[in-house]
């Protein structure tokens, strides 16, 4: 069974000896490695990493009764963010006085236990935490300086995993194309009139006339646009000859209509993306069956009929009781 855990090293006790005079100790670097130590070596011996991979990262030392409490920390995304995937087997503290070259303080060794740590990619982040504490047997000044990029708090590593959570999310979303949806009003002071050089020219769409373009932020010339009028604002839409269609446009929607409504409407939009506009296949929506207390899609069955607009009516040529009774009265007078 190989050894597991930490100590401080032979060379960190020389360090904290120094202390006596009243220096400063500065914690300069923290580095993990996935090597595992030699046979016949002591953890306390070590002065150096057997196989450094990355810098780590620590929570706040803090000093109480002459011993030091921190939790050695390293992320994946760290320094660019980890390329390959390793075992981490071991970590060390390194630290100086102001009149001491840098030495490896504190040393520790997963033993038999390693953990794995993935490589950083999708913005997954692979935490690993190991609480250590580093007895000076006296009152010491503790100080940082090691990398400020590394240093974080318990606390602020959970804010940038939110933070970087979020973004993954917002990526998903925006390569998803995802949809805006907010409340308008379509002012009725603000229809144009379209001009046209050739009126010969004129096509059917051509009716409309009129034109109007709304602000939303955020919109795009690609995206697709659905609007649900409010129920207030149907009877002068209809009255104006809203167009059924809209069109999306850089900040912007576009409305035309036959005349200019004569008061504003108030409507909701949905501005879809490229990706999951009708028709696009983005969508895993799929139609319910409608029952006696649920809305959903029906087929039309005997008895129906649907027209070219979509409309739905009863067949109203059935043969009547009277009808039946004269048919068969032929019949049986037939065969007698």
Request: net charge negative; proline share 4%; aromatic share 8%.
């Given at each position: 069974?190989?050894?597991y855990?930490?100590?401080?090293?032979?060379?960190?006790?020389?360090?904290?000896?120094?202390?006596?005079?009243?220096?400063?100790?500065?914690?300069?670097?923290?580095?993990v490695?996935?090597?595992?130590?030699?046979?016949?070596?002591?953890?306390?011996?070590?002065?150096?990493?057997?196989?450094?991979?990355?810098?780590?990262?620590?929570?706040?030392?803090?000093?109480?009764?002459?011993?030091?409490?921190?939790?050695?920390?390293?992320?994946?995304?760290?320094?660019?963010?980890?390329?390959?995937?390793?075992?981490?087997?071991?970590?060390?503290?390194?630290?100086?006085?102001?009149?001491?070259?840098?030495?490896?303080?504190?040393?520790?060794?997963?033993?038999?236990?390693?953990?794995?740590?993935?490589?950083?990619?999708?913005?997954?982040?692979?935490i690993?935490?190991y609480?250590?504490t580093?007895?000076?047997?006296?009152?010491?000044?503790?100080?940082?300086?090691?990398?400020?990029?590394?240093?974080?708090?318990?606390?602020?590593?959970?804010?940038?995993?939110?933070?970087?959570?979020?973004?993954?999310?917002?990526?998903?979303?925006?390569?998803?194309?995802?949809?805006?949806?907010?409340?308008?009003?379509?002012?009725?002071?603000?229809?144009q009139?379209?001009?046209?050089?050739?009126?010969?020219?004129?096509?059917?769409?051509?009716?409309?006339?009129?034109?109007?373009?709304?602000?939303?932020?955020?919109?795009?010339?690609?995206?697709?646009?659905?609007?649900?009028?409010?129920?207030?604002?149907?009877?002068?839409?209809?009255?104006?000859?809203?167009?059924?269609?809209?069109?999306?446009?850089?900040?912007?929607?576009?409305?035309?209509?036959?005349?200019?409504?004569?008061?504003?409407?108030?409507?909701?939009?949905?501005?879809?993306?490229?990706?999951?506009?009708?028709?696009s296949?983005?969508?895993?929506?799929?139609l319910?069956?409608?029952?006696?207390?649920?809305?959903?899609?029906?087929?039309?069955?005997?008895?129906?009929?649907?027209?070219?607009?979509?409309?739905?009516?009863?067949?109203?040529?059935?043969?009547?009781?009277?009808?039946?009774?004269?048919?068969?009265?032929?019949?049986?007078?037939?065969?007698?």
């Amino acid at each position: 069974m190989s050894y597991y855990g930490g100590t401080i090293t032979v060379l960190g006790r020389d360090l904290i000896t120094s202390l006596v005079a009243g220096e400063t100790i500065e914690f300069t670097r923290i580095l993990v490695g996935k090597g595992s130590m030699p046979e016949g070596v002591e953890p306390i011996d070590m002065t150096e990493l057997v196989e450094p991979v990355a810098e780590g990262a620590s929570t706040v030392p803090v000093v109480d009764n002459g011993v030091i409490t921190m939790t050695v920390e390293y992320r994946n995304d760290m320094n660019g963010g980890l390329k390959d995937g390793f075992w981490l087997r071991e970590f060390g503290v390194f630290a100086k006085t102001e009149n001491s070259e840098e030495v490896l303080l504190y040393y520790a060794t997963l033993g038999d236990s390693p953990q794995p740590v993935n490589a950083y990619q999708d913005n997954r982040i692979d935490i690993r935490r190991y609480p250590i504490t580093i007895s000076l047997a006296l009152e010491a000044n503790v100080q940082v300086v090691y990398n400020p990029g590394a240093f974080i708090t318990a606390g602020e590593a959970q804010e940038l995993i939110d933070a970087m959570v979020n973004d993954a999310v917002g990526n998903v979303v925006k390569d998803a194309a995802s949809a805006i949806i907010t409340t308008i009003t379509i002012p009725a002071d603000a229809w144009q009139k379209r001009e046209f050089d050739d009126k010969s020219n004129q096509t059917y769409s051509d009716e409309y006339v009129y034109f109007v373009d709304v602000e939303i932020d955020g919109c795009m010339e690609t995206m697709f646009p659905t609007v649900a009028l409010d129920k207030s604002s149907l009877e002068p839409a209809g009255k104006a000859g809203l167009c059924p269609t809209a069109q999306s446009l850089s900040g912007s929607i576009r409305f035309w209509a036959k005349k200019a409504p004569e008061s504003a409407l108030e409507a909701t939009v949905a501005l879809l993306g490229e990706s999951i506009k009708p028709g696009s296949g983005g969508s895993s929506y799929v139609l319910p069956t409608a029952t006696a207390t649920r809305l959903g899609g029906v087929k039309v069955g005997e008895g129906l009929q649907i027209t070219e607009d979509g409309t739905i009516s009863t067949v109203t040529d059935f043969a009547t009781s009277d009808d039946m009774e004269a048919m068969l009265e032929e019949a049986f007078n037939e065969k007698s």
